[in-house]
């Protein structure tokens, strides 16, 4: 089945799954606000503990279908210490027949071995942050690999027996070029990938591409020009025939992150790791963020999921999202009728689709305006 269908999302929906957080990395990109620290790698015992007694500690819930160690660079740490944190999940909540276990993993950290100790713990999928195949791109962003380590790391997840391999490339930098851009996703395409990932770079505050930018040492990304971007990818990953299942991800049939795509249709899922969230009977959990907290056990702090999210979550993805009292309110509205006449918002069925999917981001402001008063979500899944 095409992964943009509806009747995948729908069977998303009901998926139950985890994250794991592993935060553990060998430097910060600057432009990387996710909870990571550089470092810190002798702490990895101690947070292994920890987050073997977190999975203990959470109420039973049955099977889980996918189960996503993001990061940070899981691969980073002894395979060992993944191995008991699948097997604390399998011994409390059991993992289904085929589930997907996926890690993130970088190029240079990469190698036969690691890959096929990997494969025999139960992973399946594999998820490598390339973002360039232009070695002056990569300098800027901050990476520590060189393109052939890329094509290497596919070849040896491949030998390794490896079920999908992803790709994650960004596009934007100031430095980078169209032709540069072209040739990159020209490049991953050719090692024929299962899943490709295209994400525009952001500037965040509190990253060291935020301070540059804020100190007009480097122009920020030309929206522009990153659409420009966009476009071209999705013209060259097509013809490579993947399919866009959401803004920036597309898949070979049966090669979606199972995991990411339950969480932007709405399922529920667990969250183990400093800073993790969950979304469990209704409610959002959120760990601590800073990683000497939740070595200490410090609680969650707890919020009431609504309705806005889900729409939210679910405008992402290609298929749409079930419309519902507050889609029909949006859809009703006077932006809701401006965007339906700039061709942005569109209607299949009681699905709504954000049919020009770089303006995303507009239809969930206009989204939030229908109910400014309520509290912003944080939430963090994350994506491969």
């Known amino acids: 089945m095409s992964p943009d269908a509806p009747e995948l999302v729908d069977a998303a929906s009901r998926l139950r799954s985890a994250y794991v957080h592993i935060p553990f990395c060998a430097a910060v990109c600057p432009y990387c606000d996710f909870n990571v620290v550089s470092g810190a790698d002798h702490l990895s015992g101690s947070y292994v503990d920890r987050l073997v007694a977190e999975i203990g500690d959470e109420p039973r819930w049955g ?5 996503f160690f993001g990061g940070g660079t899981p691969s980073r740490i002894d395979p060992g210490l993944l191995q008991r944190v699948l097997e604390a999940l399998a011994d409390r909540f059991g993992l289904e027949p085929g589930a997907e276990v996926s890690l993130e993993a970088n190029p ?14 139960g992973f399946d999928r594999v998820s490598f942050g390339a973002q360039s195949f232009d070695p002056q791109v990569l300098t800027a962003l901050g990476r520590r690999h060189e393109p ?37 996703v020209a490049r991953a395409v050719e090692l024929e990938p299962d899943h490709l990932s295209t994400y525009a770079l952001t500037v965040e505050r509190g990253t060291a591409l935020g301070r540059w930018v804020s100190a007009g040492l480097l122009p920020p990304p030309d929206p522009d020009d990153q659409a420009d971007k ?16 959401e803004v920036s991800n597309s898949a070979r049939p049966g090669h979606h992150c199972r995991y990411n795509l339950a969480v932007w249709a709405g399922a529920e899922y667990l969250g183990f790791g400093a800073g993790a969230h969950s979304y469990r009977n209704g409610r959002r959990r959120r760990n601590p963020r800073r990683i000497d907290a939740y070595l200490r056990g410090l609680p969650p702090a707890e919020d009431p999921a609504d309705e806005r999210e889900r729409l939210m979550l679910g405008l992402r993805l ?23 006449e700039a061709g942005v918002l569109a209607r299949r069925g009681d699905r ?6 770089l303006l995303t981001d507009h239809v969930v402001r206009a989204l939030w305006e229908l109910q400014p008063d309520q509290q912003a979500l944080a939430v963090s899944p994350y994506e491969c």
């Open 63 to 67: 099977s889980l279908g996918a189960v």
């Open 108 to 121: 240079e950290d990469w190698d036969p071995e690691r890959a096929a100790r990997l494969v025999e713990l």
């Open 148 to 184: 052939t380590q890329i094509e290497e790391a596919v070849r040896a997840a491949r030998q390794a027996g490896f079920r999908s391999v992803n790709l994650d490339l960004i596009f934007g930098h100031p430095i980078e070029t169209l032709q540069s851009w072209e040739t990159t």
């Open 230 to 245: 966009w476009e071209v990818a999705q013209e060259i990953i097509g013809s490579a025939g993947l399919v866009r299942y």
């Open 318 to 340: 290609a298929a749409g999202v079930r419309a519902g009292p507050l889609g029909e309110a949006l859809w009703d509205s006077p932006e809701g009728a401006r965007l339906r």
């Open 352 to 357: 709504l689709v954000v049919t020009r999917p």
